[in-house]
């Protein structure tokens, strides 16, 4: 069996939409003919932990975990953040609406935090990993971004390799989101923004393979780096959902008292219900919709604003909030939905936004064949959503529309009429088995090239 040295932040007991894809990677590659070696961090500062995840690792894989610098904790005490407190859902705000003290802690965060937060992870990591390659001899390296620190430490490693032993080290660098010019990119100023983009350059120019889980983010790169990608080989290999996750999943086809819409994952910034509820609250006060007969379920961290948005929304008495929960239950959760909502952001780099949650909707409706209810314009997301006839699409500032599709389903649901039909051979196809299988024929065809 060959062997892949995985580089990846994100990992067991890190919970979050960031860990599934690496995770269930090194989950199904041994079934595949490659034996999974990570590297990670010992006790990261990580946005959500989930403790449940760690079942998840197969026995036999060996993960080496070392020490990081974190520099949150720093963050926390600049800007008067409890200890422990996860702040990246409050870090994406409108300039003009953070206090000074944040203002002052983001200025640093953009300038000497490059590529990002974890920098502090670089120097350990290496030294580490350099252990791993002359002890389990990895015939390829692949890392996992963001944080785009991963891609640093991936890079500096297949140097190592290629120096003293004097053999060509294959590596794959794998993209969760784009990375300079990004809407999560902090605001930096002309010098570390140089900096940064010579980072991204370099990394991308070095690296063998570089799969992506959207299209867009090929085009974002093109753009940039013409010269690059014309010697580039680029994969597509989605996010997706692991069918395993739902055979434990008590699944009772029991009817709702109430049309319940439920959403899972974080909601901060630009990623708000704002114009959903809003117009909900219309048909409400129009007398469309009985506000005694709904329910909203909102599962995940929020950014204060929201928080204090729904505090003083009509809709307040239907909406229940619920905080980070362990993976297992947040599919619960969406197992006895009536609906799941979908918030895309409204921005200009919204139309590569596929993020994983999208993956475990779909995996969702699979079993219960209950639709998806997206928000968002034209894109990734939109497209995935029309190719599996998952559900229905509203777009952004076109309350009329989504006023139809919602009392379609709403009436549809008291009325015992259920007319959605999936396709399920479309979505099979995204179970992450199957994607994983297409990583390693990536890794294959890497070796033989």
Known sequence: MKKVLIISYYFPPSGGPGVQRVLKFVKYLPEFGWEPVVL????????????????????????????????????????????????????????????????????????????????????FAVKEGKKIIDTEKPDLIFSSSPPYT????????????????????????????????????????????????????????????????????????????????????????RNGFDSEDYISVNFENKKNEKFTVVYTGSMYGKRNPYYFLDSIAELVENGKVDNNKI????????????????????????????????????????????????LIDEDKYSKM???????????????????????????????????????????HHKPEILAIEYLKLYNGFFENKNTFLLDSEAIKKYDRKHLTEKLARVFNESLVN
Request: hydrophobic share 35%; aromatic share 12%.
């Open 353 to 395: 936004i596929l993020s994983g949650k999208v993956f475990e909707y779909l995996g969702t409706a699979l079993i219960t064949k209950k639709p998806i209810f997206a928000i968002t314009g034209e894109g990734e997301a939109k497209d995935l959503i029309e190719e599996t006839k998952s559900g229905v699409v509203i777009p």
């Open 40 to 123: 990670t961090v010992k006790d990261g500062d990580f946005p959500a932990r989930d403790e449940s995840l760690l079942t998840e690792i197969p026995k036999n894989i060996r993960v080496y975990r070392t020490e990081i610098f974190e520099p949150y904790d720093f963050y926390r005490k600049l800007t008067g953040r409890k200890k422990g407190q996860a702040i990246d859902v409050d870090n994406i705000e409108k300039a003009s609406k953070k206090q000074f003290s944040d203002k002052i802690a983001e200025f640093i965060r953009a300038t000497f935090f490059i590529p990002d937060a974890r920098k502090g992870w670089k120097k």
């Open 150 to 237: 991963c891609a640093l430490i991936a890079m500096e490693l297949k140097r190592y390799v290629e120096k003293k032993y004097g053999k060509k080290m294959v590596w794959v660098s794998d993209f969760r989101d784009a990375w300079t010019d990004y809407l999560t990119t902090p605001n930096r100023w002309f010098l570390p923004k140089k900096i940064d983009k010579h980072y991204e350059k370099t990394t991308l120019n070095e690296a063998d393979v570089l799969t992506i889980v959207a299209s867009g983010m090929k085009d974002d790169f093109d753009r940039k780096y013409p010269e690059i990608s014309k010697k580039t080989k680029y994969v597509l290999i």
């Open 295 to 342: 329910k909203f379920i909102f599962v995940g961290r929020m950014g204060r604003d929201i928080q204090k948005y729904i505090n003083n929304s009509p809709l307040k008495s239907t909406i229940e909030l619920i905080s980070y929960v362990p993976h297992s239950e947040s599919i619960n959760y969406l197992i006895k939905a009536d609906a799941m909502l979908l």
